[in-house]
């Protein structure tokens, strides 16, 4: 931006941060305490979803949840421990918990990473959106799935 004037680099500013339309929520079915089938049709990718989790800006994960994940030492103990996670919890129980823990758990502090909050204490850039799409909730699971050890 060196070089523009103050207009034109707030006309870039903005045209750089302008937000998509949002696009619909895929619909899923609950079923007990799973949503047995994928938001995406399809299998997620374990390496992105590791990556995900290890994201403390995009995830925040392991704010809240410890695990076999990089950084123990920033890692939380709020949530439950990850590790032996795909013993213990199914695809579909995976996939629940993550979209919105709260069908179980109405108190539960854990955030809905598939929903849309319209709450005036969400900030302007998220309003209106998810805080993970369906691809990225399918890549969590598809990693959360082998976590066995």
Do not use: N
């Not at 919890?89 to 919105?100: C, T, W």
């Not at 109405?106 to 809905?112: G, N």
Request: glycine letters at 10%; proline letters at 7%; aromatic letters at 4%.
């Amino acid at each position: 931006m060196r070089g523009m004037t103050g207009l034109a680099a707030v006309s870039v500013l903005c045209a750089s941060t302008a937000t998509a339309v949002p696009q619909p929520l895929a619909s899923y079915t609950v079923d007990g305490d799973a949503i047995p089938r994928s938001l995406t049709g399809a299998s997620g990718d374990p390496g992105k979803g590791a990556a995900l989790i290890a994201d403390r800006q995009k995830s925040l994960c392991t704010l809240c949840h410890a695990g076999p994940f990089a950084d123990a030492h920033l890692q939380g103990t709020v949530g439950p421990d990850l590790a032996a996670v795909g013993l213990r919890l199914s695809e579909g129980q995976l996939r629940l918990r993550i979209v919105d823990m709260s069908v179980l758990h109405a108190s539960t502090i854990m955030p809905a990473y598939y929903k849309i909050e319209d709450h005036p204490r969400v900030g302007a850039p998220w309003r209106g959106k998810p805080l993970l799409t369906a691809a990225e909730i399918e890549d969590i699971v598809a990693y959360l799935v082998t976590l066995k050890d």
